[in-house]
């Protein structure tokens, strides 16, 4: 593991909220065994369409990947790509990433804080990625975690968003629904601990109206298991 990369995340989450620690918390200590989520049977048909699209939506392209956290989605998003940032708040996770069959000299990856970005710098991006980070953004903050990730865009800048969409037989039930909307899952990993967690399933008309008139040609894209939505920048 990065000693730097391991300090860096460890300074960032001194400075969140409860609630932001406890999920930053609950996915590094998933890190080892997240990905069996993939391996679930009824889940591999839109696996695999969602991987094969990928690589297409960014040929050329420099990509922002936010909350990459093991890096599944990595080496289909950066196969034609011009460079690729992966980025997330856990080093433990990217240290998985980082193992994953990539595309050389083209990813790079980076510990960063999805909601500000301030790691960045002054970097600018003509695309950008986020695979199952939506659902994890609380109601209220939507709209201001779009607008800074926007702010790293060019214009044109192709983004794609994919996540989970709810189904009985798949997911975990949800635990409970607050005053804002919010939906929430309890988590429990394999030693016994139990977290909770924000997980939302937004419509396609709740996506595209959060999106706002700075989306160009948003496309949702219905899957059993998840959805995929793309869009340019104005």
Request: net charge negative; proline share 5%.
């Amino acid at each position: 593991m990065s000693e730097v990369g391991h300090d860096q995340s460890m300074q960032i989450k001194a400075d969140m909220g409860l609630e932001d620690q406890q999920t930053a918390r609950y996915y590094a200590e998933r890190a080892a065994y997240y990905e069996r989520v993939y391996h679930k049977p009824e889940r591999q048909r839109d696996l695999r369409r969602m991987e094969a699209a990928l690589p297409e939506c960014f040929a050329g392209r420099h990509v922002l990947e936010l909350a990459c956290g093991t890096g599944w989605w990595t080496p289909f998003g950066a196969r034609d790509c011009a460079s690729w940032l992966a980025t997330d708040l856990n080093e433990e996770t990217m240290q998985i990433a980082r193992q994953k069959a990539l595309p050389a000299g083209k990813v790079q990856f980076q510990v960063v804080d999805a909601y500000t970005l301030t790691e960045l710098g002054s970097a600018r991006f003509n695309a950008a990625f986020a695979g199952c980070w939506w659902s994890h953004v609380p109601l209220s903050r939507l709209p201001a975690w779009l607008d800074t990730l926007h702010s790293r865009l060019e214009p044109g800048a192709r983004v794609v968003m994919l996540d989970n969409s709810f189904v009985q037989t798949s997911n975990l039930p949800i635990s409970r629904r607050d005053a804002e909307g919010n939906t929430y899952q309890i988590r429990t990993l394999d030693d016994g601990s139990s977290y909770e967690v924000v997980k939302n399933f937004p419509t396609a008309e709740q996506a595209v109206s959060a999106l706002g008139p700075r989306a160009i040609d948003a496309r949702w894209t219905p899957h059993e298991h998840y959805w995929v939505l793309e869009y340019e920048l104005k």
